[in-house]
């Protein structure tokens, strides 16, 4: 173990930058900041995404098809209502993903944000 290490931020490449910065403040609701040159989000509790536009950003396939570009990494987010945030999500420019894998009501959904990084919406576990 390294004394001290911590996480310091995620860095999300993407083909725009702010384009899927706005994106995820709007979904988040997190503080907007520049860090280190690129647009960053902070949550309450310190976690930091920073978006990096990349010119030959290729958008990851899922479910994963042999081949082709697979997701490196996906977010589940927490939600008191998954039905409510699928909808509000949807309307800030997601998509839900086509293969669903839980509950669509009462687990999880999968979405793609609008680069196709894949998320879920899951459903809080601290219900009461």
């Not at 860095?11 to 997190?30: H, K, P, Q, T, V």
């Not at 669509?104 to 793609?112: Q, Y």
């Amino acid at each position: 173990m390294i004394e001290g290490i911590q996480l310091g931020n995620l860095m999300i490449d993407c083909s725009d930058e702010n384009r899927l910065c706005s994106f995820y403040e709007s979904l988040l609701g997190w503080k907007r900041s520049m860090l280190f040159g690129r647009p960053a989000l902070t949550s309450d509790n310190g976690l930091i995404f920073l978006f990096q536009e990349e010119s030959d950003y290729v958008s990851p396939i899922w479910p994963e098809e042999p081949g082709h570009q697979q997701k490196q990494i996906h977010f589940d987010f927490q939600v008191p209502s998954v039905r409510l945030a699928v909808d509000e999500a949807i309307r800030l420019g997601a998509r839900r993903a086509e293969a669903q894998f839980g509950d669509e009501i009462e687990e999880f959904v999968t979405m793609f944000d609008p680069d196709g990084h894949p998320f879920c919406l899951c459903a809080s576990s601290n219900k009461g």
